[in-house]
């Protein structure tokens, strides 16, 4: 802000300086919006980090498991076509039995 408003004062003194400093007030508004625009970013990339931080901190209390020994869903399923496999072995053999 500060940067602004030399600037502001550097570009309506203008015509009472030298030649050689006729761009600095150009240059000073050009640094002033640069400086404005890092600090806006900055600001915006600490909120995001700490919005994520919020919802890694909310999201922990629920991928904690309730159960310390989670279903092992692979070997249920193995068990289960297993079964499924034999009951139909075993009805193709009633079935196809001639006696």
Do not use: W
């Not at 570009?11 to 006729?22: D, H």
């Not at 995001?48 to 692979?74: F, I, M, R």
């Amino acid at each position: 802000m500060a940067l602004g408003v030399i600037a502001v004062i550097v570009y309506v003194t203008r015509p009472a300086l030298a030649q050689s400093y006729e761009g600095l007030a150009a240059a000073l508004c050009a640094i002033a919006c640069g400086v404005l625009l890092v600090r806006r970013f900055t600001r915006l990339l600490a909120e995001e980090d700490k919005l994520q931080e919020q919802q890694l901190n909310g999201n922990q209390a629920t991928v904690s498991p309730s159960d310390p020994n989670p279903p092992d869903y692979k070997r249920i399923l193995l068990d289960h076509r297993r079964k499924r496999e034999k009951t139909l072995n075993t009805a193709n053999i009633e079935h196809n039995d001639p006696t």
